[in-house]
């Protein structure tokens, strides 16, 4: 009777523990990180007595929970991946919103001032047109600084991320620490403590969202957790940090660091995965090639339009100045510079120009030049005064630099802050060229003069008089007005006769004693010849080798930032498929299912309320006993 | 393979995932739908929309295209008009020479005819130098800042310059908005556009008549030749009457070149080119030819050269000046036709101008005419291209979002449904 007792006892004890256990799966139903538990009973082996062994009731052997490490290193793979796309898809998001409304994009400011300046050029002496033209290249400045600062904004909103992302990173790890302490000691007791292993895993997921990481089980159920390449983020219940730094070159840009006991150390480069993988891509992949393509654009711009503003001749009958200007090369020294060198780089040619930032390396006897892009070596010529000459750019060295030393050149990112017009008064807007020329009216040839080109605008004589005379035997020569002579040839119809900085050709038969004059433009105020072709360089290829125009360069950079977005965001997309099966994986195995559990619930209710039964049934054998007996 | 467990919670979730990312759908549909606008960022299409861009561009293009024409048309029309003026009165000033032409003339009325004519001398400046609505000369060339014509009577001189504006109409095509003054009013060709015959300080009445060109080729070729020759020789030619039979009538001429030598033959030998005059009978050398009417004195002469240019003010004030002489006595008389002639001869040659630059103002009107309908063409092209582009098929996009919604109505009937099925209801 006693036996039976006892054995029924056990079994009330054991689907009480299966009960409770049933109640807290159902009541962590929606717990994240709750791995659903069972409990495992076991047969108590019973004791033979003549031969015959009855069983000796239930035990419970433990409570363990569902998960399998293999999924969980799954998801968390998949997290990680999924969390870098998301992150690099978010920010593309923003730039491709910033570049989202074609109407008032580059392209149509671009397009704006080039129709102000065919304004100009149908009436070139009207002021209104001049001022029109000047605001429309204030607003293509204005533009262009609008998209540099929301670039800039993009920029810091990446600081602030990677400094949240760090401070997050940090804080994970110590938690992870501290729960591979609790884990061990209580295993070390022969404790399986399922919240706190829970705890973890929900800890290691949330690290992977933002970083990368490799975890490693240790026997003493601890974890060690690497980032980077293999710096140890935590080991047992030690935990480093991952800081944010100022980079070594740039000022305001956040670069992260692995601080240990033995030191910090930058593993930017070698961060990968996650949101601050995520982070750091769309920087070096998008936000920084954007932006200098943009410098790019306004370098070009600015060059274009000056060189051709200042080949032409104002309502003051002044040569034409420069009509932009634009910011310089930036020139960075990296922190750990020994030496005293310093350098300044100016720009030599806008077509040779790329959007790539580059690294200056001394290595004691020579320089190494570097894209920052693409990492690849530069090979440059060494011009006047040891200039290091490639891609457009010329960078003066003085002083002394020691080995090892490094410095960053930023060809075009600080372009647009130095961004300005410099033309204010309308009438010194150049639309008229500063030449022109005649035929003498005495002239009894067929013989036509062209307008005239400016092949130098700088040459001193160029708006000299010059008569161009036509002898009877087929010369011509130009005379100043001392009557020296300054060019002279063989007549060819059509063939370009260069003097003073300027180009013109005769064509027709000029008959002996012709003479065609050219001179200076002063009173051409209705002149529209240099705002004619102003207008026509903007829309001539000056970029890339001169094999783009600042028009297509324009689109090309909306539709890179399109193709980028897109790309991001079907990545995302298939990657959240990925992820979403990985953790419907572990969710599959994890994961409490109420009807489940209202089964277990039945099953193990109904075992309960057999073994209160038995122990009804054992107090109803026993008194049958005593009756028997008192009776 | 088991069956595959669900948790309870992860079904929710993935229920609710699916009705949020059904109305992230539906909302991109609606805006789509009610903006018209298929590519909202440039990542909805990239290929599309840098095509967007382009074809944005090449309208605003268009659109410049077309104002510039305007104001090309605007400057064209006001030009032409200015010509149509000249043209009238050219026409009026003709009338009035062919008047003093007409013989039966005495001073008076040659006075009165020079007076109006003085009057017109003023309306001829006005023309010249006429601005146009934005306050631009319009026969200035560049220089539409200066009053272009400036002095007075024959001494008006032309200061703006030769410079002709275009203006960009078409991606590669550019029309002129105006013509130089010196092509309208100053470089008219003189008589024939050869050559010319000017009486010198005659005594006698010889009247120079038609000149013609017989042999361009023969007349270029000795021109020529005078400018090759060396030292050159200038193209000036004089007819000297003579009297060689000392009857008292000048009836033989000789031909001096600008040195005063004798012009030579090409015979062998070379004899002096010369030749015997008859009254109203031509006088022909080198390849031209002009008749002489009247009887001149001996040393009397003619000049011959190249034709020049000469201003249709030198013209008008030549002639007033003539008319300002009369004809009082018969050198004044043959003075006075041969002004008239010369007169008549220059302003047809200006009418004549001014007729060919309003007929090239007119091209240069109906290229504008045409351009302008190419850009219309090009234009509704570009529309459709955009509008294809760009677009949204409303028929399309419509079923797509009855399509969505019906998705979503689905997803939460499910859900709701689906959401209520639990063991423990059952248990009581």
């Known amino acids: ?631 | 393979m088991s069956s595959y467990r669900i948790s309870t919670a992860g079904q929710q979730s993935a229920a609710i995932a699916q009705m949020l990312q059904q109305q992230a759908l539906i909302a991109k549909t609606q805006q789509q739908v009610s903006s018209g606008v298929r590519v909202q960022t440039p990542a909805d299409d990239p290929v599309a929309e840098s095509r967007i861009l382009s074809i944005q561009n090449a309208q605003s293009q268009l659109d410049q295209y077309g104002k510039n024409a305007d104001a090309a048309t605007d400057r064209l029309n006001q030009g032409e008009q200015a010509l149509a003026d000249l043209a009238t009165l050219l026409q009026r000033i003709q009338e009035l020479a062919e008047q003093a032409n007409s013989g039966a003339m005495d001073d008076t009325s040659l006075n009165s005819i020079a007076t109006e004519l003085k009057s017109h001398v003023s309306d001829l400046q006005q023309i010249a130098n006429r601005q146009d609505s934005n306050g631009e000369y319009l026969f200035a060339g560049y220089s539409t800042g200066t009053q272009p014509f400036a002095g007075s009577g024959g001494g008006m001189t032309y200061v703006g310059d030769q410079g002709v504006r275009q203006l960009q109409i078409g991606a590669s095509q550019t029309v002129a908005d105006g013509i130089p003054g010196q092509q309208v009013f100053m470089d008219i060709p003189q008589g024939n556009g050869t050559f010319t015959v000017t009486a010198g300080s005659n005594s006698g009445t010889g009247v120079i008549g038609v000149q013609q060109v017989v042999d361009a080729a023969q007349w270029n070729a000795a021109v020529a030749a005078n400018a090759a020759a060396t030292p050159p020789l200038a193209n000036q030619y004089t007819i000297r009457f003579t009297d060689p039979d000392g009857d008292g009538t000048a009836d033989s001429w000789e031909l001096l070149d600008a040195n005063g030598n004798p012009v030579m033959d090409n015979g062998t030998p070379p004899a002096a080119v010369t030749g015997t005059y008859t009254d109203g009978g031509s006088i022909s050398f080198d390849g031209i030819q002009f008749t002489l009417s009247g009887q001149p004195a001996a040393g009397d002469t003619f000049q011959v050269q190249p034709a020049g240019t000469e201003s249709m003010f030198q013209t008008l004030n030549d002639l007033i000046t003539a008319l300002g002489n009369g004809n009082g006595t018969p050198q004044l008389q043959t003075q006075l036709g041969t002004a008239l002639n010369k007169a008549l001869s220059q302003l047809d040659n200006g009418l004549n101008n001014a007729i060919n630059l309003r007929t090239e103002v007119g091209a240069r009107l109906s290229s504008l005419d045409t351009a302008s309908s190419l850009r219309d063409d090009l234009n509704a092209q570009l529309t459709t291209s955009l509008s294809n582009t760009q677009d949204v098929d409303m028929a399309q996009a419509i079923g797509q979002l009855n399509q969505q919604m019906l998705g979503l109505q689905a997803a939460q009937a499910a859900y709701t449904r689906i959401g209520q099925l639990s063991l423990f209801d059952y248990l009581r």
Not at chain 1, 179 to 194: C, D, E, M, R, Y
Not at chain 1, 487 to 515: E, F, H, K, L, T
Request: charged letters at 15%.
């Open chain 1, 1 to 631: 009777m006693a036996d039976m007792l006892n054995v029924a006892l056990s079994g009330l004890r054991a689907f009480q523990t299966a009960l409770n256990t049933t109640s807290n799966n159902i009541s962590n139903a929606s717990t994240p990180g709750y791995s659903r538990e069972r409990v495992d009973l076991s047969a108590q082996p019973g004791q033979g007595v003549a031969g015959l062994t009855v069983g000796a009731g239930v035990s419970v052997a433990g409570i363990s929970r569902y998960s399998d490490d293999l999924l969980s290193a799954q998801m968390r793979s998949a997290s990680s991946s999924y969390s870098r796309l998301d992150a690099y898809a978010d920010k593309a998001g923003d730039l491709n919103n910033l570049f989202s409304d074609s109407t008032t994009g580059l392209t149509a400011s671009l397009q704006d001032f080039t129709n102000a300046l065919q304004s100009v050029a149908n009436t070139p002496a009207d002021t209104s047109a001049r001022q029109t033209l000047l605001s429309q290249a204030g607003g293509l400045v204005t533009r262009l600084q609008s998209y540099q600062a929301q670039l800039d904004q993009t920029d810091a909103d990446v600081n602030d991320q990677l400094r949240a992302d760090a401070t997050s990173i940090s804080s994970i790890a110590q938690n992870i620490a501290q729960l591979n302490q609790q884990i061990a000691v209580a295993t070390g007791s022969g404790n399986t403590p399922n919240d706190l292993l829970d705890a973890r895993d929900q800890q290691l997921a949330n690290l992977a969202a933002l970083v990368d990481t490799s975890v490693v089980k240790q026997d003493d159920g601890s974890v060690n957790v690497f980032i980077g390449k293999g710096q140890p983020l935590v080991v047992g219940g030690q935990a480093s940090q991952v800081v944010a730094q100022t980079d070594q070159f740039i000022p305001n840009r956040v670069t992260l660091a692995f601080q240990s006991s033995s030191g910090t150390m930058d593993i930017t480069s070698s961060l990968s995965g996650g949101s601050v993988g995520g982070l750091l891509d769309f920087r070096s992949e998008m936000l920084d090639p954007e932006r200098n393509e943009l410098g790019r654009i306004a370098v070009a711009l600015t060059d274009v339009t000056n060189a051709q503003h200042q080949a032409g001749q104002d309502l003051y009958g002044d040569m034409g100045g420069a009509f932009f200007a634009v910011g310089g090369v930036e020139v960075l020294g990296g922190k750990g510079n020994t030496g005293s060198a310093t350098l300044s780089a100016t720009r030599t040619d806008t077509g040779q120009l790329t959007a790539a930032d580059y690294i200056l390396r001394y290595d004691g006897s020579n320089w190494q030049v570097q894209r920052t892009d693409t990492g690849a070596a530069v090979a440059y010529t060494v011009g006047s005064g040891g200039a290091l000459q490639f891609d457009g750019l010329s960078v003066a060295v003085s002083g002394s630099a020691q080995a090892g030393d490094q410095f960053m050149v930023q060809p075009t990112s600080g372009a647009i802050d130095g961004m300005q017009v410099l033309i204010t008064d309308p009438s010194r807007i150049a639309a008229a060229a500063p030449i022109r020329t005649a035929a003498a009216s005495g002239n009894t040839g067929t013989a036509t003069i062209s307008d005239g080109e400016v092949l130098d605008a700088g040459n001193a004589a160029l708006r000299s008089p010059v008569t161009i005379e036509f002898d009877g035997a087929g010369n011509w020569q130009a005379l100043d007005s001392t009557n020296a002579v300054l060019a002279s040839g063989a007549y060819a119809a059509g063939g370009n006769i260069d003097v003073n900085g300027w180009r013109v050709q005769v064509s027709g038969q000029p008959a002996a004693g012709d003479s065609f004059t050219v001179s200076s433009n002063v009173g051409g105020t209705g002149d529209n010849r240099n705002a004619l072709k102003l207008a026509a360089v903007l829309n001539q290829g000056v970029l890339t080798g001169g094999s783009e125009s600042l028009d297509a360069a324009a689109n090309r950079l909306v539709s890179t930032v399109g193709v980028a977005t897109n790309q991001a965001n079907t990545n995302r997309d298939a990657q959240k498929i990925i992820y979403d099966d990985s953790s419907s994986a572990v969710d599959s195995l994890s994961g409490v299912n109420l009807d489940e559990e209202a089964a277990d619930m039945l099953r193990y209710q109904q075992a309960y309320q057999a073994a209160a039964q038995m122990i009804s049934t054992a107090q109803t054998l026993f008194e049958t006993i005593l009756s028997a007996v008192n009776s």
